[in-house]
């Protein structure tokens, strides 16, 4: 498997042709399925950015994307592939919602931070066994976080429904009770689901600006992604640096399970993400694993999220469009070699020397 | 009677260089062929376009007199045209025999014979006076034979026209003479050898005629006899060089740099260092010369704490190093470290100048502040060191990929003597690195000594230890094989040791 991209930052322009790319062969998925694409893009077009509603559910979706693009953003320039974004995310949000549910008489002031801290806590722990696993015994990230990311959905269900079961719950549904208005989030617009978890998503991306622009750490955390046996030789410990982005990766990734409960559900409920860790991965590898792109990244793909499920309201495509179209973003940032073969901008640059050519013989 | 090769007129651009403008260049048969030029003069892209590895914008080739279009390498083959490339093509656990036979097995009912490759390979050495064991894996061979299975390779695809990348960057001088006499016999075959290289000396031994290359353009052409290295250094550079360095008279202090007797074993338990015993002492270059993989590697890591050692004893600026003593401490007791491949490690190709800069002395005070690093006050430092040691480049946050090979190595130098240590160990300080910036690391080098400084200087290049070296340590399979000084031992009596020889005579005697 290729995970060079880990290393080498995607450019701006790979990202566009493979979202080009995904939208178009989307629209050739809605032909052959006998739907009109421009009718359907135009409805996905509108639900994302129509109206205020539509503006306020494209944010919404954007904001669990902040917390794991960013999460997914750090670990990488680390060169550490931590795809268990989703299981840290589990843990965080099972331990913000018993902090929001137990705690009780604070302000929202004081239970919110509270939250966030157990969340982080909570994803940290998470992320620190996949990372004792590669520091000490060279274990492969990918698979090691991978892996945990089925524990960790599994063992809060299994929590939850032998411990923190809601009162008067029956049949399959495993939810924990709500937490307390203290711990919930405001909403920034009304009678939409746009909360203000939105704001610690882009602090968190103006944080994570300063870590790896300006800190020291940053500045390993980049060379270490780079080249770890040159940020070695320089005196850098590179075991010490990928310890600390799987942790930092971690404690965001639970907050922003936390986040989601403050916000959205109110509650812990079983198999509450719709896949937010790897949608994260994607909007961080769209956005070269930088903050700002990160923060376009996780805009796009909510935007896209929001759209889509206007498309399943009210048309008979199903939401798993969006699904194609990220799908197809994935292949083509991913698959390097596949970029190397469509050599877009190498083809203009030959069409215009040929041009030039053409033009120059003419006068013989 | 044709020439072996003629190129006219190619143009090989790549982003933002011009590898090649309007090159003609011309080789005849049976001719030893010099091709020199300094790094990134378009030698190896000219070369590379014969072998059919690239594709020139512009311009023709003809081969033997006729048109070829050398779409790729097979196409190059099919031409008689074979390239003994700088980084060997070889399965080290295959014999002789597979090696050489690979490309085109000999088959017998739809079976490889190995028994005929033999044969092959024993009639082909015969012929032109390369003698190899067919059944020997490639690995148990030293470098010089590696490279002669090499050269049997590309004559067993019918090479008529040799094309040998800096052949003697990995091998004892005794193994270089005993080339220039293999491809001297080749030569009286008929064939023609082109010899890229940026050696001078060499290429006055070995060639018939010489092609001088200068940023992608042929700046002379002329027979070996009529000309002089002066006149080739000055060609090749554009400007009249010195090619012997002056040293002031050293004045020694204290050791600054001791090991006694250390060992290291490599993950297998294969013992690569066994013993290691010497000391460098302030103002004083210490060269270990060797030939590459008899320990080099491992002694510089060791050192630097990037490696264990098993046994011994470290001693740097007075205080004992173990192997829990991290590179960033050692560095902060004074150690610097000019990395044996600046691409791998002396560097990170895709971070920026400035980044590689801020490497090591990110720890310190020079631009940290607490937590963070002020980048302002680093591009300040990094602009004032890159323009005191000629880097050249026009914008420091581009990434180090952008730098050529000699500009990266002057960047890398500039780092670590802008660290200011009390050790530096220079490990290929001058590898692929032009004439002009050699010569100015050369001067760092020596100056750095004159304030006082050690310098353990590492380096394949006999040539480079001889000149810089106050005291020479000979390194061979792990041990050190011999100890002098540049005035007490030529160059070749080093080459023996070097070979292992010497020190085998002392035990028959």
């Known amino acids: ?364 | 009677m044709a020439a072996a090769v003629e190129m006219r007129n190619i143009t090989k651009k790549f982003p933002g260089v011009t590898a090649n403008q309007n090159v003609n260049f011309r080789a005849e048969w049976g001719q030893i062929h010099g091709l020199i030029g300094e790094n990134g003069a378009g030698k190896t892209t000219l070369m590379k376009i014969l072998y059919g590895m690239e594709q020139p914008d512009e311009g023709e080739i003809f081969i033997d007199g006729t048109p070829a279009v050398l779409s790729s390498p097979k196409e190059a083959i099919k031409r008689n045209i074979g390239m003994v490339h700088q980084h060997f093509t070889l399965v080290p656990s295959l014999t002789v025999a597979e090696n050489i036979t690979m490309a085109k097995p000999t088959l017998r009912n739809g079976l490889i014979d190995l028994k005929k490759a033999a044969e092959i390979v024993f009639e082909m050495g015969e012929r032109f006076g390369l003698k190899l064991d067919p059944y020997v894996p490639v690995k148990q061979l030293p470098v010089g034979l590696q490279q002669r299975v090499e050269i049997l390779k590309a004559l067993y695809l019918g090479a008529d026209i040799l094309i040998m990348d800096e052949p003697t960057a990995v091998l004892t001088p005794q193994e270089i003479t005993q080339l220039f006499v293999t491809l001297k016999s080749l030569k009286e075959q008929g064939k023609t050898i082109i010899l890229i290289t940026h050696k001078l000396k060499e290429l006055m031994n070995a060639t018939d005629v010489i092609t001088v290359m200068r940023s992608g353009q042929i700046v002379g052409h002329m027979e070996t006899r009529n000309s002089s290295e002066e006149e080739i250094a000055r060609m090749m550079v554009g400007k009249d060089v010195q090619l012997r360095i002056d040293k002031k008279m050293p004045a020694f202090g204290k050791e600054v740099l001791t090991l006694k007797g250390i060992t290291h074993y490599d993950k297998r338990g294969v013992k690569i260092l066994d013993g290691i015993t010497f000391s460098v002492r302030e103002g004083e270059i210490v060269g270990i010369a060797g030939v590459q993989g008899n320990g080099q590697t491992e002694l510089i890591e060791v050192i630097a704490g990037l490696k264990e050692f098993q046994g011994g004893e470290l001693i740097l600026n007075g205080r004992s190093v173990s192997n829990s003593t991290s590179p960033m401490q050692r560095r902060h007791m004074g150690l610097g470290h000019v990395a044996e491949d600046r691409q791998t490690m002396g560097a990170a190709l895709d971070a920026s100048i400035l980044e590689n800069f801020m490497m090591g002395g990110h720890h310190g005070q020079w631009y940290r502040r607490g937590m963070f690093l002020r980048y302002k006050r680093a591009e300040e430092i990094a602009w004032e060191q890159i323009r005191h040691f000629d880097v050249r480049t026009s914008d420091i946050r581009l990434p180090a990929r952008s730098l050529s090979g000699g500009n990266l190595q002057k960047l890398i130098i500039a780092r670590e003597m802008f660290l200011n240590p009390l050790v530096l160990i220079a490990a290929q300080p001058t590898r692929g690195v032009d004439i002009g910036a050699s010569q100015f690391i050369h001067r760092k080098l020596i100056e750095m000594r004159d304030e006082g400084k050690a310098v353990l200087l590492i380096s394949n290049e006999l040539s480079e230890i001889m000149s810089l070296s106050d005291r020479v340590l000979v390194i061979y399979n792990g041990s050190i094989v011999g100890e002098t000084t540049p005035e007490k031992s030529t160059e070749e009596e080093i080459g023996l040791w070097m070979a292992g020889i010497r020190s085998a005579s002392r035990r028959t005697l």
């Not at chain 1, 940290?124 to 976080?145: G, Q």
């Not at chain 1, 929590?159 to 711990?183: E, M, P």
């Not at chain 1, 930092?248 to 986040?259: F, K, L, T, Y």
Request: with cysteine; charged share 15%.
């Open chain 1, 1 to 364: 498997m290729n995970f060079d991209f880990r290393q080498k930052p995607i450019e701006l322009k790979t990202a566009v042709i493979a979202v080009i790319f995904g939208i178009v062969i989307g629209g050739i998925l809605m032909l052959v399925s006998k739907h009109d694409p421009f009718k359907i893009y135009a409805v996905l077009f509108n639900g994302a950015f129509g109206d205020k509603f539509a503006l306020a559910s494209s944010l919404r979706w954007t904001i669990p994307l902040l917390f794991t693009g960013v999460a997914s953003a750090i670990a990488f320039r680390g060169g550490m592939f931590n795809i268990g974004v989703e299981g840290q995310m589990y843990l965080g949000a099972l331990a913000g919602a018993l902090t929001g549910i137990y705690l009780t008489g604070l302000s929202s002031w004081v239970h919110i931070p509270l939250i966030i801290l157990a969340s982080a806590l909570a994803g940290m722990a998470w992320a620190f066994v996949p990372a004792l696993l590669k520091v000490r015994y060279n274990a492969s990230e990918v698979v090691t976080t991978l892996m945990l990311n089925y524990v960790a959905i599994y063992l809060t269900d299994y929590l939850v429904k032998y411990y923190f079961i809601a009162k008067g719950s029956y049949g399959q549904t495993i939810i924990t009770d709500q937490i307390q208005k203290s711990a919930r989030m405001p909403s920034l617009i009304h009678a939409t689901q746009l909360h203000a978890g939105l704001l610690i998503g882009i602090l968190f991306v103006v944080l994570f600006y300063f870590l790896i622009k300006k800190s020291k750490l940053g500045y390993e955390i980049s060379i270490s992604g780079i080249n770890p046996e040159f940020a070695r030789y320089g005196g850098v410990s590179v075991n010490r640096v990928r310890m600390s982005v799987m942790l930092i990766s971690g404690a965001v990734a639970g907050v922003g399970g936390a986040v989601e409960v403050m916000g959205i559900t109110w509650r812990f409920m079983s198999h509450f993400s719709p896949n937010f860790g790897f949608d994260g991965i994607l909007a961080s590898l769209l956005g070269g694993n930088t903050p700002i792109g990160v923060l376009l990244g996780a805009l796009f793909m909510g935007s896209l999220k929001a759209g889509a499920l206007t498309v399943e309201r009210s048309t008979d495509v199903s939401r798993s469009l969006a699904t194609i179209i990220q799908g197809v973003i994935i292949c083509f940032v991913s698959a390097r070699y596949l970029m190397a073969r469509f050599p877009v901008s190498k083809w203009l640059d030959g069409f215009k020397r040929n041009n030039r050519r053409r033009n120059s013989d003419e006068p013989h």
